[in-house]
């Protein structure tokens, strides 16, 4: 079945300095990949995602790139900011599913950024 | 505008209590889905509901029942707590015609003593 990989597990940064967090997924039928943040004391939110067909995708000051040969993805955030500071997930879809119902979401083990000022 | 609901916020068993996890959405999302995180271990399903009517087992489903109550509804149920079940559970809805952008509710703490 799918496995991703996410590293670091935990990574520190200086406000203004980027941060970047790296996953390998194992089954190369994934097509879709989201980013989730999540906050202390939150739920996951999704922040930016990108699709097998295209290789990089930005939002401000955010940005994914997809290797599909190598089959990995990151996630880049430039000019970190304290409120930067949180978990981050990254995940694939896996092409089979439990039950047989495909498309369901396998994350990897997060990331806790911390931004300091 | 409420997104994804879950009560309670926090809960605490002891080993062989039963209880129910409340979920509720009202963005009309067809798909609902419970899971669990766990330190260093990420959020992994549990169970999941593709529309009205059905669910799925997750990758852990044991000692979980869940229900679809209505497309708005969707419930977690552990018959026998066990210390192993201590986690925080997390429900989330879907839009989007391919099961993508997962909506989290706030999470609900869960201890087993």
């Known amino acids: 079945g799918e496995n991703v990989e996410q590293h670091p597990s935990t990574l520190s940064v200086q406000e203004g300095d980027s941060a970047v967090i790296k996953c390998t997924y194992s089954?190369?039928?994934?097509?879709?990949f989201p980013w989730y943040k999540q906050e202390l004391g939150k739920g996951p939110q999704l922040i930016i995602d990108i699709r097998s067909n295209v290789g990089e995708k930005k939002d401000q000051r955010i940005a994914v790139t997809l290797n599909k040969t190598a089959k990995h993805f990151s996630l880049h955030i430039t000019e970190t900011q304290p409120e930067d500071s949180a978990v981050y997930f990254c995940?694939?879809?896996?092409?089979w599913g439990y039950g047989g119902s495909q498309g369901n979401l396998i994350f990897g083990k997060g990331t806790k950024l911390s931004v300091k000022p | 505008n409420a997104g994804v609901t879950q009560t309670p916020k926090f809960q605490v068993l002891k080993t062989g209590q039963s209880m129910t996890l409340q979920c509720a959405q009202d963005?009309?999302?067809?798909?609902m889905y419970w899971y669990r995180q766990d330190p260093g271990m990420g959020l992994r399903l549990i169970y999941y509901?593709?529309?009205?009517?059905?669910?799925d087992k997750g990758e852990v489903p044991n000692g979980y029942n869940v229900s679809r109550l209505n497309k708005r509804e969707f419930s977690l149920r552990l018959e026998s707590a066990a210390p192993s079940q201590t986690s925080v559970y997390f429900c989330a809805s879907i839009e989007g015609q391919f099961r993508e952008k997962l909506f989290f509710g706030s999470g609900t703490q869960l201890s087993v003593l």
């Open positions: 089954d190369s039928a994934s097509n879709y």
């Open positions: 509901s593709a529309s009205e009517g059905t669910t």
């Open positions: 995940a694939a879809t896996a092409s």
């Open positions: 963005m009309n999302h067809n798909s």
